[in-house]
């Protein structure tokens, strides 16, 4: 599928706990997301980046931060984790010249 | 800010009937893309639409775009089991690249 990786695929948490979820990809492009899915609310956009350290905020940014030293890794990190921030989390790259996205498998993570 | 509608949330059908999901927006669109997800998996894209009052079709699903680029809908005829999953509408968040997303329409089939 685009080369898209997401790491770790599961995790449980404790509240209040740092957790960072990383997105790879292997082709190299420009623009990456961070999603979280929630039933009854469809994927809503953390964070996205641009280039190497040029990222910016979505719709839902609070209480995460992101990271994007080298092109082909996007870190997502949850300073100190909350039960609400129980979600699955899906990466997501757009290629040069197209405007769909590809997502990776998605983190499925679990703040108790 | 922008936001797109879309409707049902739910639908079950039963294995050869038509399904139809809308995707609504109060404002004009530049482009809308339609995204399927199958139950444990990832979005995927399935098609994008750009002018006004397009039509595309994929087999067995036809998509379209309306006159005032405010509104879009999935159809599927004669349902499989195959299309079991949940469909994203997702519209031009207007910068870098960002998608809004409708919430999604989950279909069930039942054999």
């Known amino acids: 599928d685009a080369g898209i990786t997401q790491s770790p695929r599961h995790k449980v948490t404790e509240t209040g706990t740092p957790v960072t979820l990383r997105c790879h990809q292997t082709?190299?492009?420009?623009?990456m997301y961070w999603y979280r899915q929630d039933p009854g609310h469809g994927l809503r956009l953390i964070h996205y980046?641009?280039?190497?350290?040029?990222?910016d905020k979505g719709e839902v940014s609070d209480g995460y931060s992101v990271s994007r030293s080298k092109t082909e890794d996007f870190l997502l990190t949850l300073e100190s984790a909350t039960s609400s921030q129980t979600s699955v989390y899906f990466c997501?790259?757009?290629?040069?010249?197209?405007?769909?996205?590809?997502f990776g498998p998605g983190t499925r993570l679990t703040v108790l | 800010g922008q936001q797109v509608m879309q409707i049902p949330q739910y639908q079950h059908v039963q294995e050869g009937e038509d399904f139809t999901t809308y995707c609504n927006s109060s404002?004009?669109?530049?482009?809308i893309q339609w995204y399927k997800q199958r139950p444990g998996g990832h979005p995927v894209f399935l098609i994008q639409?750009?002018?006004?009052?397009e039509v595309k079709k994929q087999k067995r699903l036809t998509f379209q775009f309306g006159e005032a680029k405010k509104n879009s809908s999935l159809h599927i005829t004669a349902t499989q089991t195959t299309d079991v999953g949940t469909y994203f509408c997702?519209?031009?968040?207007?910068?870098?690249?960002?998608?809004?997303f409708g919430k999604g329409t989950k279909l069930s089939v039942k054999p």
């Open positions: 404002t004009t669109l530049s482009n």
């Open positions: 980046s641009y280039g190497v350290k040029d990222t």
């Open positions: 997501a790259i757009r290629r040069p010249d197209f405007n769909e996205q590809f």
């Open positions: 082709e190299n492009h420009r623009y």
């Open positions: 997702a519209a031009d968040g207007g910068s870098q690249g960002n998608l809004i």
């Open positions: 639409l750009v002018k006004s009052g």
